[in-house]
């Protein structure tokens, strides 16, 4: 602290009345007054590197493109998962939506002969139907032909 | 006007003060004239703690650049120098740990291939330590405010408030550098 002067001026005159006695102390103050001057002549006489200056704007600029390289990154990553996770959803809904379509022809398929069970001589009705339906077809059929026949005569004339 | 020599120029308090203000808003013109301003006090102070050229001016790039990005949080302009000198500190610990770890692998691999007879007689010039040697072989705390003392001309109330330690500490520190050092060079 007294070679540094960071002491008051009581404790430093305490010192010096000390020195003036003791050579011991006085040869450890030169020792170590000599390696202070070393010390800082060493380090204050070194050569400062040139251009540190543009260094440190390119170091500057590569943290940017860093740091925006990151935020791209990052961008594109939320937004394939977000795209990911919407698809997924998409396909979840498509297939369930399949899947439903799919269990109720199935069961049609299956409850068609139960039902065609259930009621007596069903078979029998529905081709009576079907028959009935092909005759009024054909009936129509010749009505309409016989119709339009007429109406050429007529013009002819 | 209070004058302070940075890099042999002359700039004044007030010019400083105007130089952060207008790096803080992103002027990189303002900022180029504070590197000029500090990169000589910067790279001492980061060559003095790892005494490696090549090591001391990436510490002084990656300082600046540190400083550039975090300008913003700044609160005082006044405060920007212990600041940096604070970020130097930090950047030189975490460079140190890692010289260490190589230094100490080194050793390893070399530890195998040298003779059980010891060194050899010409080895023992090479022991003849320079300060700057001497200096690395003390604890980096104790090297680190003996060179805020010595080498940047940081008072004791100001290295104390600077690394956030007691006053206590750093006369303690001090002490504990100088002794250790003269032991080194009295061993050289």
């Known amino acids: 602290m007294y070679l540094d002067g960071e002491i008051d001026e009581q404790e430093k005159n305490k010192i010096e009345e000390h020195l003036a006695l003791c050579p011991e102390c006085r040869q450890k103050l030169q020792e170590l007054s000599s390696m202070k001057e070393q010390l800082t002549s060493a380090f204050t006489m070194i050569e400062i590197p040139d ?58 398929i299956y409850a068609f002969p139960s ?7 069903m078979i029998v009705v529905v081709s009576i139907f079907i028959v009935m339906f092909i005759t009024m077809a054909l009936i129509m059929l010749r009505y309409l032909v016989h119709t339009m026949g007429k109406k050429l005569r007529v013009e002819d004339i | 006007m209070d004058w302070i020599k940075a890099q042999g120029l002359k700039i004044v308090v007030n010019d400083l003060h105007e130089l952060i203000i207008r790096a803080k808003k992103g002027d990189q013109i303002a900022f180029r004239q504070l590197v000029t301003a500090y990169k000589g006090s910067v790279f001492r102070h980061a060559f ?48 140190n740990k890692k010289l260490a770890k190589k230094k100490a692998m080194a050793a390893e691999e070399l530890n195998e291939n040298v003779s059980e007879k010891g060194p050899s007689p010409i080895d023992h010039t090479l022991m003849n330590m320079s300060i700057k040697e001497a200096l690395q072989k003390i604890p980096i705390d104790h090297r680190n405010v003996l ?32 002794e250790g050092l003269k032991k080194e060079l009295q061993k050289g």
């Open chain 1, 51 to 108: 251009r540190i200056e543009d260094k440190v704007l390119s170091g500057i600029r590569q943290a940017a493109i860093h740091k925006y390289t990151w935020a791209a990154l990052t961008f594109m990553i939320g937004f394939g998962l977000l795209f990911l996770l919407s698809m997924i959803q998409i396909f979840t809904a498509g297939l369930h939506i399949f899947q439903t379509t799919f269990s109720i022809s199935r069961g049609l």
């Open chain 1, 115 to 121: 039902i065609m069970g259930t009621i007596p001589n």
């Open chain 2, 48 to 95: 003095a703690l790892l005494n490696d050229r090549m090591e001391a001016e990436d510490v002084t790039q990656e300082a600046f650049v540190k400083a550039y990005y975090s300008l913003a949080q700044l609160k005082n302009e006044y405060a920007f120098v212990s600041w940096l000198t604070r970020v130097v500190t930090n950047l030189c610990y975490d460079k």
């Open chain 2, 147 to 178: 060179i805020l003392r010595e080498i940047q001309g940081y008072s004791y109330a100001e290295i104390s408030e600077l690394l956030h330690i007691p006053l206590g500490t750093v006369k303690s520190r001090i002490s504990a550098a100088r």
